[in-house]
């Protein structure tokens, strides 16, 4: 929604869970305001949440939260015009996430490959990302995240001329709500 509102208050409750040594607490929210630095276009400082929210997670030996991170710090890379760089971030989290049950992180890092390999060039590699993604999400009943991926899916299809499948793929993503 409102990242400028996330970010206003999400800073105050970064330093009272500093202030409560919650150092998960702190790494999980760190994580949710690079997301919105990024959304907001304030890279830099999404980099910076990121590499916090690595460094507490790693020491932390939270696995589980790790593949989230890598898989944010994928999407920063891209967003900063390093999709190779992306790409190798968002396999760190696949991998982990599926080897921890985690779809979420999983689906999302899946999303960040498909993104990555379309930026690079790899087109048809991209849009078999994006079907492997949007079939997990659509396994996982995880409707949200599935109406996202259909739409980027969608958006590739039509501008590599491919109308039919785009439209079908936004028709999809209007029904799941």
């Known amino acids: 929604g409102d990242n400028d509102a996330a970010i206003r208050s999400g800073s105050p409750s970064l330093a009272l869970y500093r202030l409560a040594g919650s150092e998960s607490e702190i790494a999980a929210l760190e994580n949710d305001l690079a997301l919105a630095h990024l959304a907001s276009g304030h890279i830099a400082r999404a980099k910076e949440l990121i590499a916090d929210s690595h460094e507490r997670f790693a020491r932390l030996h939270d696995e589980r939260w790790l593949a989230h991170v890598d898989e944010t710090a994928a999407q920063i890379a891209l967003a900063d015009g390093r999709p190779d760089r992306a ?91």
């Open 87 to 177: 790409l190798e971030l968002a396999h760190l989290a696949e991998s982990a996430a599926a080897r921890l049950d985690n779809d979420s992180a999983r689906i999302s890092a899946l999303l960040s490959i498909a993104r990555a390999n379309t930026a690079l060039g790899n087109a048809e590699t991209g849009l078999a990302d994006f079907e492997r993604a949007a079939t997990l999400a659509r396994q996982a009943g995880l409707r949200p995240l599935r109406r996202d991926i259909l739409g980027q899916w969608a958006d590739v299809l039509a501008k590599s001329g491919q109308h039919e499948q785009a439209y079908a793929l936004t028709r999809e993503a209007l029904s799941a709500g």
